[in-house]
């Protein structure tokens, strides 16, 4: 089954303590992203990467980091995390494919609590 | 600046009724994308459908389809025949084509949140 695979899916940490969010998709997407959902602001972009060792900052990127050593994965590193990371979070991918409508794929969500 | 607004917070509609929810959008780009996802309350988003600005037709999917207004800049949802699992919320969003800088990122709207009831 297509699918992008988010663990955990939810989490309650504390201040400081570092933390990584996996994300891993089996459809060989070139392009990924990771965005945060929060209340009256939706959703907005992380970080994104168009291939291997292609990342770039979204709209939001500070007090994260990101990786893309293997093409299905990107994970999502919060070496210090703060109260106001706490959010809800989900991973993407698309294919480069072009004659596709080009939509996101999105992983089930990681619900964070940072307290 | 491009932006999404979608006026309706909440929208009720009874089962097997047909629904309309409101997007509208902004943009100076002439080539962009429209999509409309749906989010349950379990969490995952889920995509339904997409407009391309160049697109002559409405685009349709099963018991959903667009009311594309280029003009007045409104891609309206409609879902017909409305069922109980269809409570959820609903996100409008557009990307810019070509992707700028190659970025696929979305631009979205705050959502609606439908509830059908028996």
């Known amino acids: 089954e297509a699918q992008v695979t988010q663990n955990p899916r939810y989490l309650i940490t504390v201040t400081g303590k570092k933390l990584t969010v996996t994300c891993s998709q089996n459809m060989n997407h070139e392009y990924m992203s990771w965005y945060r959902q929060d209340p009256g602001l939706g959703l907005r972009q992380i970080y994104y990467s168009m291939n291997v060792e292609v990342t770039d900052k979204g709209d939001v990127p500070e007090g994260y980091k990101v990786s893309r050593k293997e093409k299905r994965n990107f994970p999502l590193i919060l070496e210090s995390p703060s109260p106001n990371q706490t959010s809800l979070y989900f991973c993407?991918?698309?294919?480069?494919?072009?004659?596709?409508?080009?939509?996101?794929?999105f992983g089930e969500g990681s619900r964070l609590t940072v307290l | 600046a491009q932006k999404i607004t979608q006026t309706q917070p909440g929208m009720f509609v009874q089962e097997k009724e047909a629904v309309t929810l409101d997007c509208t959008y902004d943009?100076?780009?002439?080539?962009?994308?429209l999509f409309w996802y749906k989010q349950p309350s379990s969490g995952e988003m889920i995509f339904l459908i997409y407009?391309?600005?160049?697109d002559e037709q409405n685009a349709t999917e099963g018991r959903y389809s667009l009311n594309f207004q280029k003009a007045r800049k409104s891609a309206n949802l409609v879902i017909s025949a409305s069922q109980l699992g269809d409570s959820a919320m609903y996100f409008c969003a557009m990307r810019e084509t070509p992707y700028a800088g190659n970025n696929r990122k979305l631009i979205w709207g705050l959502g609606t949140s439908l509830a059908v009831n028996p």
């Open positions: 943009t100076s780009d002439q080539s962009y994308g």
């Open positions: 993407a991918s698309s294919p480069h494919t072009t004659g596709t409508t080009g939509e996101l794929f």
């Open positions: 407009q391309g600005s160049y």
